[in-house]
């Protein structure tokens, strides 16, 4: 791979102009990178994507790009404090079934808070109670499944989690609904922290699907890095396939990045918006061969900025990973940050 280096004041104006100026699918050029010459290669992969209910881009790009999907899943859906199934997902019924994509709704804890999420699991009533209402949703709407996403568990919830998503299988598989899961990324069987409450042997003998959400490894909260570096992906997939069938596993990839600045909390920054700060600020962007990430830094209002991003070239470079391992089961969080050029290496098999 080759990345030439653009430079001068009057040629960074000329850049500026015409990207902010061309069609959303056209190319585009950054500073210091050319993302136009960057050499891609396509991968047959079954796809995942994540439309987002609150972003008019991701439901536009999903519409544009849907022949390259093999699932979708919208989100908006979540189970509040009172545990109903409240909010509604991202419109996508429609394209989907005009390409042959299934569709499987995101629910989530409402804002990922613990509470709802082990009263959901220990409460019996309550456990009950949400499995009916997801029934009813999923069969009511003509779904194909579901997805669960269930965030910050209590590592005491482990073998609770395990039985609802038993259940939940028990009640909508016979139906021929697809029971999925979202899972944080780990390298071993550890049963602390953040990934600990999820079995990943127990979920891959239940589950339809068990994607991993192989990314946040440098999250908003913590220092400035590579959002999914390439040594720890693989790490997490050479753990991951030995304990969960390749049918059933699914890798999820980052399409967004993170602006920090010097001791706060990061932004999420989409591939556009990340060439629009380096383009306004005057910063060369770079890539890290070793992360398989883009990168820049620069100065704001007295507060230094590290930015790291995704380009279609991160997603090449992930995939290689994955076809290494025999896999060809990809998501990515999520759709409508991605470089646009990311079409040209992700397609349908």
């Given at each position: 791979m080759t990345l030439a280096l653009?430079?001068?004041?009057?040629?960074?104006?000329?850049?500026?102009?015409?990207?902010?100026?061309?069609?959303?699918?056209?190319?585009?050029t950054g500073i210091g990178v050319n993302f136009t010459e960057v050499q891609l290669s396509e991968f047959r992969v079954k796809f995942l994507g994540w439309v987002v209910d609150y972003d008019p881009f991701s439901v536009n790009d999903f519409s544009s790009h849907a022949d390259a999907f093999t699932w979708v899943s919208p989100t908006g859906l979540y189970i509040d404090e009172e545990y109903k199934l409240g909010g509604s997902p991202a419109e996508v019924q429609l394209r989907a079934r005009n390409e042959s994509v299934m569709v499987l709704p995101l629910v989530a804890n409402k804002d990922f808070n613990r509470a709802v999420v082990h009263r959901v699991l220990s409460d019996t009533q309550v456990r009950d109670s949400v499995i009916d209402q997801i029934d009813r949703f999923v069969g009511g709407g003509g779904y194909d499944g579901i997805n669960i996403d269930f965030e910050d568990v209590s590592e005491g919830d482990r073998d609770l989690l395990t039985q609802f998503m038993q259940l939940l299988a028990d009640?909508?598989?016979?139906?021929?609904?697809?029971?999925?899961?979202?899972?944080?990324?780990?390298?071993?069987?550890?049963?602390?922290?953040?990934?600990?409450?999820?079995?990943?042997?127990?979920?891959?003998?239940?589950?339809d699907l068990v994607i991993l959400m192989v990314y946040d490894y440098h999250w908003s909260g913590g220092t400035p890095g590579a959002i999914s570096p390439l040594d720890w992906f693989e790490d997490v997939i050479r753990y991951s396939s030995l304990v969960i069938p390749a049918s059933k596993l699914v890798i999820g990839i980052p399409f967004y990045g993170y602006d920090w600045p010097s001791g706060g909390t990061a932004s999420g920054v989409s591939f556009r918006q990340a060439l629009d700060i380096a383009a306004q600020v005057k910063r060369p962007v770079r890539f890290s061969n070793g992360s398989g990430e883009y990168t820049f830094t620069y100065s704001k209002d007295g507060v230094n900025h590290e930015v790291w991003f995704q380009g279609a070239k991160s997603t090449e470079l992930r995939l290689q990973v994955m076809q290494r391992y025999?896999?060809?089961?990809?998501?990515?969080?999520?759709?409508?940050q991605e470089d646009p050029r990311t079409w040209e290496v992700v397609a349908r098999t």
């Open positions: 653009v430079g001068g004041l009057s040629l960074i104006v000329i850049v500026v102009t015409l990207y902010l100026s061309m069609p959303r699918e056209e190319p585009v009640r909508l598989e016979p139906k021929g609904k697809l029971v999925t899961i979202d899972v944080p990324a780990k390298t071993s069987d550890t049963t602390i922290g953040w990934a600990g409450p999820f079995d990943y042997r127990a979920l891959g003998r239940i589950c025999g896999l060809d089961q990809v998501a990515a969080w999520c759709i409508g």
